[in-house]
């Protein structure tokens, strides 16, 4: 029988055989309003949940099955997450949350995020309305933080991203165009920044990846407020020149990871312009503080930065993940990452057009829409509104430090400066007692603090910056604090006299033996 030969205009079918699309957009609409209204509901209705919740094996298991090859229905991968996931998350939804530095997120951030893996927009640069919203939160940015004009700026992960990022902008503004070509050692100099010894983690870390090495940051003592100490740090940048070290950045800290201490920032700017130090802010945490007219007065100087790094994620409540970088100098914040390559050809009409590319201003090439989340936030709610929230979380944490003044089990470790309280239970063995405490605490699930060490003492760490927190959940972790405090000081007690008493009576008994011998 004779067979017709393919005609090669023939169209075809309209969907692509291969296509990933639904075949039944009926049921699945039906699945997706369901998927919302579970997340919608699972928001409204944190409080009834524990705020966080080990993981047992069986469930661990399910995350070991073998790489699927054939497809399963999206019902029950959902139902997966329902039962696997969903009930095993951080728990920084939940206004029990008060470990690390963990933003509250929103529904409109939630659904923004929806909107944006909708359009799965690349926006590392091209011509389209998404990258018109990144640039719109750069303008917001520079209003916010008192940036000039020509100041650029980006999304990237975290801040421990946008500070890397301001350290190669230092390092350019130090050493000129010919440092990316030819790296740190063409240049013949050993560059050293200043930061206080209370700095986040992430920058000497930033040091070592940009090649100066960590050790070149130099960590500066800190005064009673944990404060960087401007007589050592004037000192230090002083006994490097001498030393044959060129001293290139100067970094302060706009709310420490600690206990949310801010660097005297005007003072710092003031010290970097007279020794031509590039003056970056780690912002992570209290940059947004600007927004609450209780706080903002303790930023002045942060408008005077070279370079400002931030998280919305944290107070600004935006989802994960939205780190932002502000840089005075746009000009050279360009020249510190622009590349030429032929398959990223700027056009002046079509899709590649456009003049503000953000793959010139940072690492990445392909990028997410994080701006759209935080444009909701900022749109939806407005800047007063989200300072009024920061205002809270800071009365919320004064709270917190008023009864444990008031409480002679506890012990305040810590000054509290902004929305996070240091403190431990006293007794025997402190930090074995505070560490077992926090324990208890997050796996009672009404309460998740974290702990840090304070001049070496192990603390508990309470950071408000969940929108939800009240006073009556801070209450609720500290009367669960000193119910678990004295439930386990009373065993340790007990344990103790048990030992002793053992040891007495085993003193005794070898005395006894001796003597019979
Ligand atoms: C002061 C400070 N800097 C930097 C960071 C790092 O930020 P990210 O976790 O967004 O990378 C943090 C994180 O808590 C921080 O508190």
Same mark, same amino acid.
């Given at each position: 029988? *004779?067979? #017709? ?44 949940? +524990? ?24 019902? /029950? ?5 329902? #039962? ?35 359009? #799965? ?13 990144? $640039? ?13 004009? /020509? ?41 050293? =920044? ?49 030393? =044959? ?9 706009? =709310? ?41 007065? $303790?930023?002045?100087?942060?408008? $005077? ?6 998280? @919305? ?5 935006? +989802? ?86 008031? /409480? ?10 902004? #929305?996070?309280?240091? @403190? ?24 998740? +603090? ?21 006073? $009556? ?23 103790? *006299? ?20």
């Amino acid at each position: 029988m *004779a067979v #017709n030969p393919p005609n090669p205009l023939d169209p075809g079918p309209e969907q692509s055989p291969t296509s990933l699309d639904p075949t039944d957009w009926h049921s699945l609409r039906a699945q997706s309003h369901r998927m919302l209204d579970d997340l919608l509901d699972y928001v409204e209705h944190i409080r009834n949940r +524990p705020v966080w919740r080990p993981m047992d094996q069986q469930v661990r298991d399910v995350f070991r099955a073998p790489l699927p090859q054939r497809p399963t229905d999206l019902p /029950e991968v959902y139902r997966d997450f329902s #039962n696997y996931v969903l009930p095993f998350a951080t728990g920084n939804v939940h206004p029990g949350f008060m470990g690390w530095v963990h933003g509250g997120g929103t529904i409109v951030g939630m659904l923004a995020e929806m909107l944006a893996g909708g359009l #799965n927009a690349n926006c590392g640069g091209r011509d389209h309305a998404p990258i018109e919203v990144e $640039r719109q939160i750069v303008a917001w940015a520079r209003r916010i933080f008192g940036f000039p004009e /020509e100041a650029t700026g980006i999304f990237v992960t975290g801040t421990s991203l946008a500070n890397f990022v301001a350290v190669l902008v230092a390092r350019r503004a130090a050493l000129g165009a010919t440092v990316r070509p030819a790296g740190l050692g063409a240049a013949g100099h050993r560059l050293a =920044g200043y930061a206080s010894a209370a700095v986040h983690g992430c920058l000497p870390r930033a040091m070592d990846y940009a090649g100066m090495g960590s050790n070149a940051l130099r960590l500066i003592p800190v005064d009673n407020n944990h404060r960087i100490d401007l007589a050592a740090l004037r000192s230090a940048i002083a006994a490097d020149r001498a030393a =044959g070290w060129v001293p290139f950045l100067l970094i302060g800290t706009a =709310g420490t990871v600690d206990i949310g201490a801010i660097d005297d920032l005007a003072s710092l700017a003031d010290i970097a312009a007279d020794e031509g130090l590039w003056f970056h802010v780690d912002g992570a945490l209290g940059a947004l503080g600007v927004l609450s007219p209780e706080v903002a007065p $303790r930023l002045a100087g942060l408008e $005077r930065a070279h370079s400002l790094a931030l998280d @919305f994620h944290k107070w600004g409540q935006v +989802p994960y993940d939205a780190g932002f970088i502000l840089v005075r100098d746009g000009a050279l914040h360009r020249e510190t990452f622009t590349s030429q390559a032929d398959y990223l050809q700027r056009q002046p009409r079509g899709l590649a057009a456009g003049s503000f590319w953000p793959t010139d201003f940072g690492p990445d090439l392909s990028r997410g829409f994080r701006a759209l989340k935080t444009w909701f936030t900022l749109r939806v709610y407005g800047t007063d509104q989200l300072g009024a929230v920061i205002s809270h979380t800071c009365r919320v944490a004064r709270h917190l430090e008023a009864r444990i003044a008031a /409480e002679p089990r506890l012990e305040l470790l810590a000054p509290v400066q902004l #929305n996070i309280v240091c @403190f431990r239970y006293r007794g025997p063995d402190p930090d074995a007692l505070n560490s077992a405490i926090v324990a208890d605490l997050q796996e009672s699930g009404i309460a998740a +603090p974290s702990t840090t060490r304070i001049d070496g003492r192990l603390a508990i760490r309470a950071a408000i910056f969940n929108h939800r927190t009240t006073v $009556r959940d801070v209450d609720a972790m500290l009367d669960a604090v000193l119910r678990l405090g004295g439930r386990r000081a009373g065993s340790h007690s007990r344990t103790a *006299a048990r030992t002793e008493a053992r040891t007495e009576a085993q003193t005794e008994a070898q005395t006894e033996a001796q003597t019979e011998e």
